[in-house]
């Protein structure tokens, strides 16, 4: 098998915690059910984009391969739309899966590099903390301090939007 | 529907801004004598940023905004939001299902400052609400109208699982209710196919890919508008396609068909604030 990550930097023992940690949560314990049909990557609407897809997370976890995981794409590129988790014929919820797995590359410091989905989660939750409220105005402004190279192809829905009294 | 029912309604972070939402919602309610009370205070539900960032523990702020509506004295919740209603639904399942959690979600809250109340009820899309009383909308359909082709879109959030309220895969309550309306519902496969969501932010190119598939599956079987059930799912249904350069396809907020069909004047329904202007009607 050939793997994305090679440059490995977690030892055996640290990646054997994060399994063991991972394989007694909620969604982790469902996991242990997965019969590997793909289904799951057959329903994903963005599995075309990610490096590992779904079926495979699953197939690596169960492998022990952690760190493999927590630096993929994949995790990230779920867009948590539960196509995979209404098909699946164990009924593993896939989604909360990605989420564990979020929640662990940030802890750890292993999330995929240039990925942007935690800066879109981060700014979502310190807004909804900090105001009660999100504005996604706001959202899109911060979001676009982080990453000003996506701003440009950005601007026309924003006029327009303005000009609707969108925002 | 009042508040003396025990309902009340959360509007979610999008609400305000959607395109003509709220004008519709006002409009059509009104009609009908609801009376939409919206939760005191409250607060973002965190949607799928709190369960990515804190896995089971994101539920903390959807219970938050059930304990505050139980407070208020809510015996059930309404939005008009998916993410919305699938957070506060999928919340609601996993507290009744782990005491654990429970207890700890409960603790929390009181140590924020938050009320000492139950922090879950039940939630309804304000699509059952508006279906549950689908008799009453019963109004003639005037003759340039009647013939207009409606495309249902649910969004992936609306009939998944956590909701079940409607097949997962082939959902029928918001087809029902436009055919009752007296519109002809179209026939197309991607009714519950994802929009993207948050994504759109990020990732647009490949967001968009998925609209394309979505709008163009619609056009395929002649539908002259959409009509859909979630803020976000409007916006990047309509964006995408002034950015892709599609044959433009309006996509409405199921509150504003209803409205046409109910007689409502169009400038009641915010239907000025969409960016593919609805032509044919």
Request: hydrophobic content about 35%.
């Amino acid at each position: 098998m050939r793997f994305l990550h090679s440059h490995k930097t977690l030892e055996p023992e640290h990646q054997e915690t994060l399994s063991r940690s991972f394989f007694q949560g909620r969604a982790g314990k469902e996991v242990q059910h997965c019969i590997q049909c793909g289904t799951c990557s057959g329903s994903c609407p963005l599995a075309g984009e990610m490096d590992l897809g779904p079926r495979r997370v699953l197939d690596l976890l169960r492998d022990g391969f952690m760190e493999d995981v927590l630096r993929s794409r994949t995790i990230w590129l779920c867009v948590s739309c539960n196509a995979c988790l209404t098909r699946c014929p164990r009924g593993i919820p896939v989604p909360d899966v990605m989420y564990v797995l979020r929640v662990m590359a940030l802890e750890h410091g292993l999330a995929c590099r240039g990925y942007k989905m935690p800066d879109v989660y981060q700014g979502f939750l310190r807004q909804g903390e900090k105001r009660g409220r999100v504005s996604e105005s706001r959202l899109a402004a911060g979001y676009g301090l982080l990453h000003p190279s996506d701003m440009p192809g950005r601007l026309s829905l924003a006029l327009r939007l303005l000009r609707r009294r969108r925002i | 529907m009042t508040m003396s029912d025990g309902f009340y309604f959360y509007p979610g972070c999008s609400y305000e801004t959607a395109a003509g939402y709220k004008e519709s919602v006002d409009a059509v309610c009104s009609r009908l004598d609801i009376r939409l009370e919206e939760v005191p205070g409250w607060n973002c539900c965190g949607s799928t940023a709190g369960f990515s960032l804190q896995g089971d523990y994101g539920v903390y702020h959807p219970a938050l905004v059930m304990a505050r509506a139980s407070r208020a004295g809510a015996k059930e919740l309404v939005t008009g939001c998916n993410g919305c209603f699938n957070t506060l639904r999928k919340t609601r399942k996993l507290l009744l299902q782990d005491q654990d959690l429970y207890a700890r979600t409960r603790d929390k809250i009181l140590q924020e400052g938050g009320p000492d109340s139950a922090p879950q009820l039940p939630v309804r899309h304000l699509l059952q609400v508006l279906s549950s009383r689908g008799k009453m909308h019963k109004s003639p359909l005037s003759p340039d109208m009647s013939g207009l082709r409606v495309a249902a879109y649910y969004g992936c959030l609306f009939s998944r699982p956590w909701t079940d309220v409607d097949d997962p895969e082939h959902p029928q309550m918001l087809d029902r209710y436009i055919e009752g309306l007296g519109f002809t519902p179209v026939n197309y496969s991607l009714k519950t196919a994802c929009c993207g969501a948050a994504h759109a932010l990020a990732y647009r190119e490949q967001t968009e890919m998925l609209v394309e598939r979505i709008i163009r599956s619609m056009q395929d079987k002649q539908a002259d508008l959409a009509a859909v059930i979630c803020p976000l799912c409007q916006l990047n249904l309509e964006s995408a396609q002034l950015s892709l350069g599609l044959p433009r396809l309006p996509v409405l907020f199921f509150t504003q068909v209803a409205g046409l069909a109910l007689g409502v004047p169009k400038k009641e329904l915010g239907l000025d604030k969409l960016l593919i202007e609805p032509g044919k009607i």
